[in-house]
């Protein structure tokens, strides 16, 4: 079992529609959970950080965390085409550790 | 503006051949991480530096090696490139402390091996 898994998609939702990606993980050690977008043929992109359970608003993308779950969620309001990327999330535990990501979902929006 | 560069966007190379990948950032970054990204396995962390002249093996360090001379620079060498080491490379730097968790990516490289 991978410690994070994240569902590839793809996913086509048409423009103005909220989208919700997802990340469940196995490891109660993370505390620390980012989102990365990624467009094509271009390195990922710090999106959202979030440290420990709770939600952060940044516009129109929210991140939520559920620790007790091993749950995190990307929201992203009133999608656009420009949102079209795929999305990674991260995670991490205390200290200076390296990062475990899931493999990425695809994110397609239709004008 | 932070900025993570890779030498070559594109490569093709043949097998057998040594390569290698060159990382700079500009941020004065401690930590430098390369990863591989392949479709349907994410990035998987090949070797990482947490300082000068210092690497730590990463999940898939094997067919691969490092080298860091200077802060802002991490090299990744293929010793013997093979057909399975086709994939996408990405380069990233961090800063220990606060939001250290933080990684900037650089653009990547694609290398294509025959």
Redesign the interface.
């Known amino acids: 079992q991978k410690e994070v898994e994240?569902d590839?998609g793809p996913l086509s939702v048409p423009e103005g529609a909220i989208v919700s990606l997802n990340c469940t993980y196995s490891n109660s050690a993370f505390q620390?959970f980012?989102w990365?977008r990624q467009y094509s043929?271009?390195?990922?992109?710090?999106l959202m950080?979030t440290y420990s359970s709770g939600n952060k608003e940044d516009g129109r993308f929210t991140a939520q965390v559920d620790k007790s779950s091993k749950y995190i969620s990307l929201f992203i309001r009133d999608s656009q085409p420009s949102d079209s990327a795929t999305y990674?999330c991260?995670m991490?535990g205390r200290g200076?550790?390296?990062?475990t990501?899931?493999?990425?979902t695809r994110l397609t929006i239709i004008p | 503006d932070v900025k993570v560069t890779q030498s070559s966007r594109y490569l093709v190379k043949r097998t057998g051949e040594k390569v290698f990948l060159e990382c700079v950032q500009d941020m004065d970054h401690e930590n430098m991480f390369w990863y591989r990204q392949d479709p349907g396995l994410g990035l998987r962390l090949i070797y990482f530096s947490y300082d000068v002249k210092m690497k730590e093996k990463g999940d898939i360090p094997e067919g691969y090696s490092v080298s860091r001379e200077k802060k802002e620079r991490f090299s990744l060498i293929l010793e013997s490139a093979s057909t399975n080491q086709t994939s996408m490379y990405l380069c990233a730097s961090s800063l220990p402390g606060t939001y250290q968790e933080t990684q900037y990516f650089g653009p990547g490289t694609r290398l294509l091996v025959l």
């Not at chain 1, 043929?41 to 710090?46: A, N, S, T």
């Not at chain 1, 990501?101 to 990425?104: L, Q």
């Open positions: 994240q590839p620390y980012m990365y043929r271009k390195g990922p992109e710090l950080y990674l991260a991490s200076n550790e390296k990062l990501f899931g493999t990425g």
